[in-house]
């Protein structure tokens, strides 16, 4: 048992417990945050390089794919060389994960929405949710505030918390980092935005991919913790079956609360599918969803743990 013990490497387990122990328990301001300042550089890039409606699609393909090649390649470049070059890269490689890791932010904006939305201050819940989705939240009433709300925290926890953590156990902290950054792309450049839908796509469709294995892994360890046949059923009764559609089935099922619905991006309806249970969203709701959410990160870790224990023997 000792000579088992002694011949795990612990330091990606460490390095683990370390970032998910800061994004639970610390908040990096946004204004001094690295990933901010590649928010900027990135929205930046896009409007230096975004071609006019008179160009051809294929131009706007062709752009946005070298913008983010141009953009991402040197940072990605210079940390890989950096950290292998270091004399203790486990510093760095713990440095990039508490950077990556930073779902904590998001939590931290839906405990706000939750506490004025239970205090009726609608207009603050709207700014503040505003913060955490793209779409329009001017317009909203309580449910869509809600809504958005829960939406926003279930699919950032899949594609943010669960998608840095398993590219991390699966690629190193590298891999994370490719991953995040492809990511804070796609959404800095979103695709519902009119002028910048052709440009996004070759981003978006890798971003696409590159969410489905952990999104899929997290949703089912959800299910798992929670209540699997409400869920189960739900997504057998979705009338769409894109990713988001399902995902949102997923967790409405769960808590038999409607999900999706209309949504207003670049003053444009775009009209989604109703999902989920048969239950319009409530205050209560809220509190249920990140009870759920909770539960579901602890699972999530649980297993990351495991499967470092089993890549480390």
């Given at each position: 048992?000792?000579?088992?013990?002694?011949?795990?490497?612990?330091?990606?387990?460490?390095?683990?417990?370390?970032?998910?122990?800061?994004?639970?328990?610390?908040?990096?301001?946004?204004?001094?945050?690295?990933?901010?300042?590649?928010?900027?550089?990135?929205?930046?890039?896009?409007?230096?390089?975004?071609?006019?409606?008179?160009?051809?699609?294929?131009?706007?393909?062709?752009?946005?794919?070298?913008?983010?090649?141009?953009?991402?390649?040197?940072?990605?470049?210079?940390?890989?060389?950096?950290?292998?070059?270091?004399?203790?890269?486990?510093?760095?490689?713990?440095?990039?994960?508490?950077?990556?890791?930073?779902?904590?932010?998001?939590?931290?904006?839906?405990?706000?929405?939750?506490?004025?939305?239970?205090?009726?201050?609608?207009?603050?819940?709207?700014?503040?949710?505003?913060?955490?989705?793209?779409?329009?939240?001017?317009?909203?009433?309580?449910?869509?505030?809600?809504?958005?709300?829960?939406?926003?925290?279930?699919?950032?926890?899949?594609?943010?918390?669960?998608?840095?953590?398993?590219?991390?156990?699966?690629?190193?902290?590298?891999?994370?980092?490719?991953?995040?950054?492809?990511?804070?792309?796609?959404?800095?450049?979103?695709?519902?935005?009119?002028?910048?839908?052709?440009?996004?796509?070759?981003?978006?469709?890798?971003?696409?991919?590159?969410?489905?294995?952990?999104?899929?892994?997290?949703?089912?360890?959800?299910?798992?913790?929670?209540?699997?046949?409400?869920?189960?059923?739900?997504?057998?009764?979705?009338?769409?079956?894109?990713?988001?559609?399902?995902?949102?089935?997923?967790?409405?099922?769960?808590?038999?609360?409607?999900?999706?619905?209309?949504a207003i991006y670049a003053d444009r309806?775009?009209?989604?599918?109703?999902?989920?249970?048969?239950?319009?969203?409530?205050?209560?709701?809220?509190?249920?969803?990140?009870?759920?959410?909770?539960?579901?990160?602890?699972?999530?870790?649980?297993?990351?743990?495991?499967?470092?224990?089993?890549?480390?023997?």
């Amino acid at each position: 048992m000792n000579s088992l013990i002694s011949g795990i490497d612990f330091q990606p387990l460490l390095i683990l417990w370390l970032a998910i122990a800061i994004d639970a328990s610390w908040r990096w301001p946004q204004r001094t945050h690295p990933l901010t300042l590649m928010r900027y550089l990135v929205t930046q890039m896009g409007r230096k390089v975004l071609p006019s409606s008179s160009f051809a699609p294929s131009q706007h393909y062709i752009s946005g794919t070298l913008a983010a090649i141009v953009l991402l390649s040197p940072l990605i470049a210079c940390l890989v060389i950096l950290v292998s070059m270091a004399q203790y890269p486990v510093f760095f490689d713990a440095v990039i994960m508490i950077v990556l890791l930073d779902y904590g932010y998001q939590r931290q904006q839906y405990k706000k929405v939750l506490a004025t939305v239970g205090r009726n201050k609608k207009s603050l819940a709207r700014e503040l949710v505003s913060s955490i989705t793209a779409r329009q939240c001017d317009t909203l009433t309580d449910i869509g505030i809600a809504k958005a709300a829960i939406e926003s925290l279930w699919l950032k926890f899949l594609y943010l918390f669960c998608g840095v953590i398993f590219y991390y156990v699966v690629f190193g902290p590298i891999g994370a980092l490719v991953y995040r950054l492809m990511l804070l792309t796609s959404w800095q450049w979103h695709y519902r935005d009119p002028k910048m839908a052709l440009f996004a796509k070759p981003v978006k469709k890798v971003v696409s991919v590159l969410v489905l294995p952990p999104a899929l892994l997290g949703a089912l360890i959800t299910l798992i913790s929670s209540r699997p046949i409400r869920g189960l059923k739900a997504v057998k009764r979705c009338s769409d079956k894109d990713k988001t559609s399902l995902l949102l089935a997923t967790l409405g099922g769960i808590h038999n609360i409607k999900l999706g619905g209309p949504a207003i991006y670049a003053d444009r309806k775009i009209r989604y599918p109703r999902v989920g249970g048969e239950h319009e969203v409530k205050f209560s709701s809220m509190v249920y969803v990140k009870r759920t959410i909770t539960s579901a990160m602890i699972g999530v870790t649980a297993i990351a743990t495991l499967l470092l224990i089993v890549i480390g023997i």
